[in-house]
Every structure is written in C-alpha cells, then in structure tokens.
C-alpha cells in the first residue's frame, strides 16, 4: 500500500519538453475498484476495495483527505500536489528538472455521480508506479458530491476547463487520456466535445513521414495538406470508461434495479430529476432544453461547437467495460453499446484465466454495427436508443465485459472494476 503525505498548496513547476516520445500510453496491469460504504469512523471516508490478477481482495484504508498516512520508503518518489480542482499524482524523480525521462502523457481521471477525486485515488498510484517516466494522472475534482447533479453539459463544462488548467501547468505533456466511471464516462464525452480542436498542417517531402510516400521527390517541396485533430491541444490516446450508461437510463432494464417493471421503468422516468436533478432528465432523456432533442442524443453527433463525435474519434483507442451482471445501477445493454440482441450469450463467456472476472472481450471495425439494423425498432424509447447506437458506432470500440459472479463483492458491481490496461 502507498502512502502519501498530503502536500500544502502550491503550483506545480512546469515541466520542460520531454526528451524522450512514448509511442502510446499502455500498460501491464492495474486492477483496481471502488466501493462506497458506510462511514465507520468520523474522520474516516470512503474505503476501497481492489481486486488483483487471481480474484483477491484487499483493503486499502483511510482515502478521505484528512486522514493521509505517511509515505512508506519503498514508494518514496510518488508524489500527490492538491491544486485548485483535482490531484495531480505523479512519479517525483521522473518529473524533477534536469531529469532524464520526463512524462509526457496526461492521464485524467473522472468520478461517477455523488463521487470525487478520492475514488481515484489507488488507481492513480498504481498507473504512476508502473509507468512512472512515462505519465501524469490528474484525479478531477471539478464535480464531487451533489454537484454531480448539476446536469451532464454544466458537469462537462467544468471538466473542460479544469483539463485546460492541468495542461498549461504541466507544459512537457504531449498525450491526453481519459479514464472515467459511470457518469463521469458521459461527462468525459461532453468535455472532449468541448476541449477539440482540428487545424490544418503543412507536410514537406523533408518530413520523415512522407520519405516513401508517390511524390516526395524534392527536399523541403511542400507536398500535401492534412488535419491534425487535438484534445486540450494534445494528441488524444485512450478514451475508457467504466459502467457508463452510454444510451442513458430509460428503457427496459438500463436501470436494473428496477427489476425490468414496466410501471416502475415509467415512473423512474418521471421522478429521477427530484433524485438527480438535471443529470436525472439527461440519463432518462426527459431534458428539453429550448425544445431541443435530449442531451445524450445530441452528443452522437456534431454540433455548431461541441465537436462530440469528431473527438470521440480522434481518440487512438476507445474501451467500455461493462458489468454482465449484478449491476443494479447501469444495464448492460447501455455500458457496452449494444443492441439487446448483441449481448454475448452467458454459455459463451469463458473465463480469463490471468483475469478472472473479464469474460469477454469484443472489438471491432468502425461502422461495423452501426450498418446493422435492429429488429425492435417500434416505441420511442427504442429508436432513441437505436440512434444513440448508430451514432456512437461510427467509431470503432472495444468492449470488454465483466463479470463478478463469483466474487464476494459482485452486489456492487457497479463500483467494482478490474481493468487490464495492454
């Protein structure tokens, strides 16, 4: 376990351009999960629980800010900065002036609803402690608590100009990835909309790109012309979310809590913004703002300024896990973007023997699902929900389902995630 001492408030150092340029941000393996329970202790907030590469569960204690325990000698050189909204965790040798190998991937990290920048916390230890050279995570803190009922656009608006914050303190990043659960991952959607940007580049024939391309025939000859897409002006690499109700709530068991009822599906529908305010009319798509179409269908497109897809795109690789079973906040259909008739069949998940509780694991093309069509299309709910599918299977996906069946934590599945970063 890492410990970390808590540090006064001050702002970071930038770094200087890295010397070294990491291909892409991967890594062997973090295993690492959330759970919310009852506060035992006064000071004491929440604790989480994590799940290594043969099932085993360990507690890691004390995560509230006040109560941060003393760095431990083996992991010395891992550093947490507290800075206006979020954390930055990164490896201190690596980042020190004069160093080396100094990271150049920022990783961001975004909460569910009612969480913070807490919940991160081991994960984000454990993506610097593996990749120490190599990476940056920032825990956003833009939207904790009850704000995470302020509506996804206000949520993603700060998210948004939270990571422009980051990046201009930390000047030697080069690469952004997201890394968000639940509702962050639509939070995330929103704010990479915002944060995208597409400029037109100059390529000569000098370029080492273009050395075997037709037509590079003269040094420094202008050769062609090409759109460089930017994510808060860096090269966007991994967009992964975590039980994200990608197509919303509303329908037949996207909120499986609700047992499949149809009346109690209907009354959710009606009731869920006196529970979540405006994020409950944008995850059951009751929202009308200005008589516009639901949030979440907007964000399968492009709009005027909010570039949604084109940034969902311009990511090098986009992952959604999700829960197979004993989710009882998000379904399944809508964390793996599928049609109900998708889903893999329960007698064809075989176990992954490194990884026991990924059962399955799917990518394929772009477009490859948008061009089929579904069989019941007839009531509202579905074709928004089919258009939300067609929309985000424009781009390419890898979806990677889990299930914790046999686990002693697989009642809040939700907030337990074993990932497996390659």
């Not at 930038?14 to 690492?32: A, G, L, M, T």
């Not at 930055?88 to 991937?105: E, I, L, N, R, W």
């Not at 704000?147 to 080069?174: C, S």
Request: charge should be positive; include cysteine.
């Amino acid at each position: 376990m890492i410990a970390i001492n808590k540090i006064p408030f001050r702002h970071a150092t930038p770094n200087p351009k890295p010397i070294s340029s990491v291909p892409r941000f991967s890594c062997p393996v973090v295993d690492f999960n959330l759970r919310f329970t009852r506060k035992t202790r006064k000071k004491e907030g929440f604790r989480l629980l994590w799940v290594d590469e043969s099932g085993r569960m360990d507690l890691i204690r004390k995560l509230s800010r006040g109560c941060l325990g003393h760095k431990s000698k083996k992991d010395k050189n891992v550093e947490a900065e507290y800075v206006n909204g979020g954390v930055d965790v990164f490896d201190d040798a690596a980042t020190a002036a004069g160093s080396k190998m100094q990271p150049d991937h920022l990783v961001i990290t975004v909460n569910g609803i009612i969480g913070s920048a807490a919940d991160w916390r081991y994960a984000a230890e454990q993506f610097v402690k593996q990749l120490p050279d190599k990476v940056i995570v920032h825990r956003s803190e833009c939207n904790p608590s009850r704000l995470t009922f302020d509506g996804v656009d206000l949520m993603g608006e700060r998210l948004a100009e939270e990571v422009n914050d980051v990046v201009r303190r930390w000047h030697g990043v080069q690469k952004i990835s997201f890394v968000a659960h639940s509702l962050g991952g639509l939070v995330a959607r929103y704010a990479i909309g915002r944060l995208y940007e597409c400029s037109t580049r100059t390529r000569s024939a000098s370029d080492p790109e273009n050395l075997l391309k037709e037509g590079a025939n003269t040094a420094g000859q202008h050769l062609d012309q090409f759109y460089e897409a930017r994510i808060a002006g860096l090269e966007p690499m991994n967009f992964i979310t975590f039980a994200t109700p990608h197509l919303g709530s509303r329908g037949h068991k996207q909120l499986p809590l609700l047992c499949g009822l149809p009346f109690l599906e209907k009354r959710a529908s009606l009731t869920a913004h006196w529970i979540a305010g405006r994020s409950g009319k944008h995850l059951f798509l009751t929202d009308n703002d200005d008589g516009r179409p639901p949030l979440l269908l907007r964000m399968v497109n492009d709009g005027d300024d909010l570039h949604f897809m084109s940034a969902l795109r311009s990511f090098k690789r986009r992952v959604a896990y999700a829960n197979a079973n004993y989710d009882h906040v998000v379904g399944w259909r809508t964390s793996s973007i599928r049609r109900q008739d998708e889903l893999p069949k329960e007698n064809l998940l075989l176990n992954d023997m490194k990884y026991p509780h990924i059962v399955h694991i799917e990518k394929r093309n772009d477009g490859d699902i948008a061009s089929k069509m579904s069989s019941s299309v007839g009531t509202q709910v579905i074709n928004l929900e089919e258009e939300m599918i067609r929309g985000l299977n424009q781009v390419s996906w890898e979806r990677v389902d889990v299930s914790f069946h046999k686990s002693r934590q697989r009642y809040v599945a939700h907030n337990t995630i074993q990932a497996s970063f390659q």
